[in-house]
């Protein structure tokens, strides 16, 4: 397995995370059955525009925001899928409610974030 570190670096570059392609589908699929509409939970509606609201909105848990681009670390978002909700001073569980992202999703999320959450 010698060459797996090249091949890494060979993807690295390829393509940029971008939030159309890469994680609008995971919201549409784990998060928009809660996060919708008027009685959205959380105060969060990702139904209509979510890359705005997630760029835009403040949390109503934690100090930090909901997406910090460039850095997953000081992203509210990052943490609740992570389940380190409690690290950002933020409250309630992780997210989703009642199940977890697969690990490589959480990965994905943070990322993207980190790579500056681009649409
Ligand atoms: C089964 C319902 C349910 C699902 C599915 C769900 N959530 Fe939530 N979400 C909630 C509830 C209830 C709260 C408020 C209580 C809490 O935080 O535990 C919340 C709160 C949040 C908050 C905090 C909002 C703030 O202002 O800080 C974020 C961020 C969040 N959810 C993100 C997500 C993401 C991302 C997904 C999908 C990966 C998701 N949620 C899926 C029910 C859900």
Redesign the pocket.
């Known amino acids: 397995m010698r060459w797996l570190p090249l091949l890494l670096l060979g993807c690295a570059g390829d393509d940029t995370l971008s939030f159309e392609a890469d994680i609008a589908p ?2 549409q699929q ?2 928009s ?3 919708a509409g008027a009685e959205a ?4 509606d ?1 139904s209509a525009s979510p890359y705005d609201v997630l760029q835009n909105q403040e ?4 100090d930090l925001a ?1 997406i910090e681009p460039g850095d997953a670390l000081y992203s ?2 990052w943490h ?2 992570n389940g380190t909700q409690a690290l950002a001073e ?4 992780s ?4 199940w977890w ?1 697969a690990p490589e999703e959480i990965d994905r999320i943070g990322d993207w974030i980190d790579e500056g959450a681009a649409y």
């Open positions: 995971i919201v784990q998060c059955g809660c996060h939970e959380g105060g969060l990702l949390s109503n848990q934690s909901l509210y978002l609740k899928v933020g409250s309630g569980t997210m989703p409610l009642g992202l």
